[in-house]
């Protein structure tokens, strides 16, 4: 399949006039952040960031005179006390790793359309199966292809889908940087979003039901302390990723009584689960079922197309 014709589906899929494939995912952030600001412009960022994206925003971007505030996102006043008279853009990502928060675009969405700013919003970790970020006022949307959209962890590509205008300036600074994607990469995405419908609506059901469970081993066990989950009831931004989300994705973060000294027991037991570093997210969202280790004695969990009782048994037998 052609580039042209991966970046139409891509654009299908978002509800957008145009798509892009770039070699990567900080591909696409970077070209799309240089082709929407100027040296002397100001941008908004969200607190909740990956780590290789805030180390370009706070180191790459002020080097070319742009400069950059982040806002903690829970404070939907906080957007607006950030502004100054050079403010261009707002940035964040939704769903966040590893925390799985959702950040609600709507309070967002009104601040920027009152003052014509662009929304660019990083949906990775939801996949446009489960949210279409312009449905809410993006103007923007980028994906780290190997997450979802691949789907097998193996290839390496970012999009960016936006207007055809936006979408041609990108463009334009990904053959200047020498960032146009491999063959091989485009065409493991072409595989991959054959089966991304199927693919995410299993992934949404198995973690809700290992969600579930984890919940019962924590009201039941001293191990699990806390269970994060969009899903839940009991998950802080609940009631805005029922409002906006077509499904409740496959992240799930279980914080340990036992704290780190826990969860590295934990990640050493574990058979079924495949075990990675932190910052990695290569492998999120695709087949394989994931663990890492983060911060304060949590665990993320990125639950692929491993059957409900293989992966409940396997955090049962960690566990115990």
């Given at each position: 399949?052609?580039?042209?014709?991966?970046?139409?589906?891509?654009?299908?899929?978002?509800?957008?006039?145009?798509?892009?494939?770039?070699?990567?995912?900080?591909?696409?952030?970077?070209?799309?952040?240089?082709?929407?600001?100027?040296?002397?412009?100001?941008?908004?960022?969200?607190?909740?960031?990956r780590p290789d994206t805030r180390r370009f925003f706070?180191?790459?971007?002020?080097?070319?005179?742009?400069?950059?505030?982040?806002?903690?996102?829970?404070?939907?006043?906080?957007?607006?006390?950030a502004l100054t008279r050079t403010t261009r853009l707002v940035?964040?990502?939704?769903?966040?790793?590893?925390?799985?928060?959702?950040?609600?675009?709507?309070?967002v969405r009104t601040?920027?359309?009152?003052?014509?700013?662009?929304?660019?919003?990083?949906?990775?970790?939801?996949?446009p199966i489960n949210f279409r970020p312009v449905e809410f006022?993006?103007?923007?949307?980028?994906?780290?292809?190997?997450?979802?959209?691949?789907?097998?962890?193996?290839?390496?590509?970012?999009?960016?889908?936006?207007?055809?205008?936006?979408?041609?300036?990108?463009?334009?600074?990904?053959?200047?940087?020498?960032?146009e994607p491999h063959p091989v990469a485009v065409e493991q995405l072409a595989r991959g979003l054959k089966s991304l419908g199927v693919r995410v609506a299993q992934q949404n059901s198995t973690a809700m039901a290992v969600a579930q469970w984890a919940t019962s081993r924590a009201t039941s066990s001293g191990a699990i302390s806390t269970v994060y989950y969009p899903g839940l009831i009991s998950h802080p931004d609940h009631a805005v990723a029922t409002e906006c989300f077509s499904?409740?994705?496959?992240?799930?973060?279980?914080?340990?009584?036992?704290?780190?000294a826990a969860v590295a027991d934990l990640l050493a037991r574990l058979r079924q689960f495949r075990v990675h570093d932190a910052e990695s997210a290569t492998r999120l969202g695709g087949v394989e079922s994931v663990a890492s280790a983060v911060s304060e004695g949590s665990v993320r969990l990125s639950i692929g197309l491993d059957d409900v009782s293989t992966l409940v048994g396997d955090l049962t037998q960690a566990l115990e």
């Open positions: 399949m052609s580039d042209i014709s991966v970046a139409r589906q891509l654009a299908q899929l978002d509800r957008t006039e145009s798509a892009l494939v770039l070699a990567s995912g900080m591909a696409a952030v970077a070209c799309t952040m240089v082709s929407l600001l100027r040296p002397g412009d100001h941008m908004l960022a969200s607190r909740w960031l706070e180191h790459e971007l002020p080097s070319l005179g742009v400069h950059v505030s982040f806002v903690d996102p829970k404070e939907t006043r906080g957007w607006r006390r940035y964040l990502e939704s769903p966040v790793d590893p925390t799985t928060r959702v950040v609600d675009l709507r309070p601040l920027a359309q009152e003052l014509g700013l662009a929304l660019v919003v990083d949906a990775t970790l939801a996949s006022g993006a103007d923007v949307v980028l994906h780290t292809a190997s997450a979802f959209l691949d789907g097998h962890g193996n290839g390496f590509a970012g999009v960016v889908c936006g207007s055809e205008a936006v979408v041609d300036e990108v463009r334009a600074k990904m053959c200047s940087w020498g960032a499904g409740y994705g496959h992240l799930i973060a279980l914080v340990l009584r036992g704290g780190d």
